[in-house]
C-alpha cells in the first residue's frame, strides 16, 4: 500500500484535530456614536488661544494643558490633540524630517533653502 508522510494528514483540510480555530473571528460592528466622537469646531476665540499658546511653546505641559482646558471650556485630549495635529500640519508643510531644524525655525532660528547646481549656472 501507497504510505503518506506525516505532512500530508496535517493540513487544515484533514479531520485531525488542530491546534485552534481555523475560521476568522469577525469584528463586532459599532455604531457611528461608539466608534468616534463628533469633530470638534472651535470657536474664532479658543483657536486664537491655542494659536497663541503654540507660538510660545510648542509642546504643552500637563499642567498649563489643565489650566488652559478649563480656559476654553474644553477636554484636555482636545487640546492635545489640537497640538498634535498643528505640529504634523507644519511638519507636512515644511517636508523637513530632522525635528531640531523643525524646533529651531519654529523659533524663528532656522531657514535654510537650498538651491540646484542648474539654478547656480543659469543666474550666472
Request: with cysteine; net charge positive; aromatic share 8%.
Given at each position: 500500500?501507497?504510505?503518506?508522510?506525516?505532512?500530508?494528514?496535517?493540513?487544515?483540510y484533514?479531520?485531525?484535530?488542530?491546534?485552534?480555530?481555523?475560521?476568522?473571528?469577525?469584528?463586532?460592528?459599532?455604531t457611528?456614536?461608539e466608534?468616534?466622537r463628533p469633530?470638534?469646531?472651535?470657536?474664532?476665540?479658543?483657536?486664537q488661544?491655542?494659536?497663541a499658546?503654540?507660538?510660545?511653546?510648542?509642546?504643552?505641559t500637563?499642567?498649563?494643558?489643565?489650566?488652559?482646558a478649563?480656559?476654553?471650556?474644553?477636554?484636555e485630549?482636545?487640546?492635545?490633540?489640537?497640538?498634535q495635529?498643528?505640529?504634523?500640519?507644519?511638519?507636512?508643510a515644511t517636508?523637513?524630517?530632522?525635528?531640531?531644524?523643525?524646533?529651531?525655525?519654529?523659533?524663528?532660528l532656522?531657514?535654510?533653502s537650498?538651491?540646484?547646481?542648474?539654478?547656480?549656472?543659469e543666474?550666472?
Open positions: 500500500p501507497l504510505v503518506w508522510p506525516a505532512w500530508v494528514y496535517c493540513t487544515r484533514s479531520d485531525r484535530p488542530s491546534s485552534g480555530p481555523r475560521t476568522r473571528k469577525l469584528k463586532k460592528k459599532k457611528e456614536k466608534d468616534k469633530r470638534t469646531a472651535f470657536t474664532a476665540e479658543q483657536l488661544r491655542l494659536k499658546e503654540f507660538q510660545a511653546n510648542r509642546y504643552i500637563e499642567q498649563r494643558r489643565q489650566s488652559l478649563q480656559e476654553l471650556s474644553l477636554n485630549s482636545q487640546i492635545k490633540i489640537w497640538f495635529n498643528k505640529r504634523a500640519k507644519i511638519k507636512k517636508g523637513i524630517k530632522n525635528g531640531l531644524a523643525l524646533h529651531l525655525m519654529a523659533q524663528g532656522y531657514n535654510h537650498t538651491t540646484t547646481v542648474q539654478d547656480k549656472e543666474s550666472e
